[in-house]
């Protein structure tokens, strides 16, 4: 996968890698300068005082990789301190954590992401009381499974501490392993990107690509998803898919189901 190592204009960015869906991973240059990368760490770790003081009462959403992903929520103060005693057995890991949409201090979005029509929708209007901004918070070995990003849009993710390990694979992938995160030596071997991103890098995942990811350290990461023109020909094919198979099980219920109904 090529790096991005020395700034680039959004400009170029677009040309070079919105514009064809390329992903890439982006150096530290692009968010050195954000409150998150001073205040959030410390000693090249997780500064557990100072997010504990600054978010501690904040009820967040937590997926338990031990037990199938399943998703439940705790107060943020109780999640550092499992993250730093490690007293629980159960893979913890704090995950599309709206926090944008509290403060508003901590990070600044890249002018490379700009022209962001979701969460500027989502924003405006009263479309939604939430958005597609979020903060992941995980302990070593907490995992994404295997997706393509919601609505089929563009993400980036930004480690603010940490080191993530991600597969990419641009074409489609077998319907049963989507949502589980696939160990398999032969599949693995069949992915177009295996990279590792550092602390203070950003990857920019295209839309259409599908991915799965894993911290290798206590790691901390700011995300989007997000659409634009270079994105919205995938989306409308998602929505036209989607409506597909709602059509397919309409359609399956009237010949089952309500022919069930009137027999019984």
């Known amino acids: 996968m090529e790096r991005v190592e020395k700034e680039i204009s959004p400009e170029e960015f677009w040309k070079e890698f919105i514009a064809p869906l390329k ?11 954000w ?15 100072f997010l504990i003081e600054k978010y501690g009462n904040c009820k967040v959403p937590v997926t338990n990789c031990s037990k199938n992903f399943a998703c439940s929520s705790m107060v943020f103060v109780d999640y550092l301190r499992y993250l730093k005693k490690r007293e629980s057995k ?8 709206h926090l944008a949409m509290e403060d508003k201090t901590f990070y600044e ?17 009263n479309f939604s009381d939430s958005d597609y901004r979020f903060v992941y918070v995980g302990i070593k070995g907490t995992k994404t499974p295997l997706h ?5 849009s563009h993400s980036w993710s930004s480690n603010v501490v940490g080191r993530k390990l991600w597969h990419f694979w641009k074409e ?9 995160y696939s160990e398999d030596e032969e599949f693995l071997k069949s992915a177009d990107f295996v990279v590792m991103q550092e602390s203070g890098e950003t990857m920019f995942v295209p839309s259409g ?14 995300n989007h998803n997000w659409i634009n023109e270079a994105s919205i020909q995938n989306t409308w094919q998602h929505f036209v898919d989607e409506l597909k198979l709602v059509e397919n099980e309409l359609e399956y219920l009237h010949r ?6 009137y027999l019984s």
Request: charge should be negative.
């Open 23 to 33: 992903p890439c991973l982006i150096g530290a240059w692009l968010t050195e300068f």
């Open 35 to 49: 409150e998150a990368r001073k205040f959030w760490v410390k000693n090249d770790q997780i500064n557990v005082d």
């Open 90 to 97: 159960d893979i913890l890991y704090c995950k599309d954590w």
């Open 109 to 125: 979005l890249p002018a490379h992401f700009r022209n962001d029509w979701l969460n500027e929708y989502c924003l405006k209007t």
């Open 148 to 152: 393509r990003d919601v609505l089929a």
């Open 172 to 180: 489609a992938i077998p319907e049963h392993l989507l949502g589980t």
């Open 209 to 222: 690509w599908f991915h799965q990811v894993m911290n290798l350290e206590d790691t901390i990461s700011i």
């Open 256 to 261: 089952n189901g309500l022919q069930n109904l």
